[in-house]
């Protein structure tokens, strides 16, 4: 407590404790009067800076009583990480939906827009999990990017991806075994931008970005691929294109099987 106290200021501890900010294992609020104990662990969520909000709304697709499937915006953080974490896709589900125990079953980047599957009781959770980790989801994206007429499509993508950690841009190696892959598809094209179809089998890092990117299309407005760009405000007029469009897979406790289409679009604008 003392330590707490150094780093914001003692009224600052004085008001969490008269606000009942601290409780007790038992989950009680305990009061500025109560007696010191020896080994007693108090418990407090800390403070966290005033973050820009995201202008764009998280999209409920699917609900019911063991998961969510939403439609998250561009630029909104899928979970707390870094500097975002009351403006999180999780954060926000919490809330507004009553589920403080509502869990991601998978991750989205935080630029790309589309589908998150979200777990409602944590007991569930491993079930979902597994089957991304297993591959039994199929992923659909959606992406806008140059057109080109000399690249034969469709054409499947394999290569050896690494992200290491505290580096923004993930990179390939050359003649090492692949541990990623790709199909993209051309949709239609307007003779300059081309909307295309990828389906990853994998789920690496960056896959789809550094894939595109591989083949000489890179998205439009991404600002790490092909070339990586001084870090700044975002611009929410000119958001990554790309789009996790559909989710695929049997649900691991029914054996149903289930498909979800995100009701997003992408402006094709870059």
């Not at 294992?25 to 407090?44: K, M, N, S």
Request: overall charge neutral; some cysteine.
């Amino acid at each position: 407590m003392e330590r707490y106290a150094g780093a914001i200021g003692v009224e600052r501890v004085d008001a969490m404790l008269a606000e009942g900010l601290f409780v007790g294992v038992d989950g009680r609020p305990v009061g500025a009067g109560e007696p010191y104990t020896a080994g007693r662990c108090l418990w407090f969520h800390r403070e966290f800076p005033p973050e820009e909000r995201v202008p764009f709304e998280v999209g409920v697709v699917h609900q019911d009583e063991r998961i969510v499937v939403a439609d998250k915006p561009h630029f909104l953080a899928t979970t707390p990480r870094g500097r975002h974490v009351t403006e999180t896709a999780l954060a926000r589900l919490r809330r507004d939906l009553g589920l403080p125990e509502l869990q991601p079953a998978h991750r989205l980047d935080r630029l790309t827009a589309g589908l998150v599957l979200f777990v409602v009781r944590a007991e569930d959770r491993g079930a979902y999990q597994t089957l991304f980790r297993d591959r039994r989801v199929r992923k659909e994206y959606e992406a806008v990017a140059p057109y080109d007429p000399g690249l034969a499509l469709p054409v499947t993508v394999r290569s050896h991806i690494v992200k290491e950690r505290g580096v923004v841009a993930a990179y390939e190696v050359p003649g090492a075994e692949p541990n990623s892959e790709s199909r993209i598809e051309l949709v239609e094209h307007d003779g300059r931008t081309g909307r295309y179809r990828l389906v990853p089998e994998t789920g690496r890092t960056h896959q789809l970005r550094v894939h595109m990117n591989r083949v000489g299309i890179p998205l439009l407005n991404d600002p790490l691929y092909p070339v990586v760009r001084d870090d700044g405000p975002d611009d929410h007029q000119r958001p990554l294109q790309l789009l996790a469009r559909v989710l695929e897979f049997s649900d691991p406790f029914t054996g149903t099987p289930v498909r979800f289409e995100s009701r997003l679009r992408l402006s094709g604008r870059g």
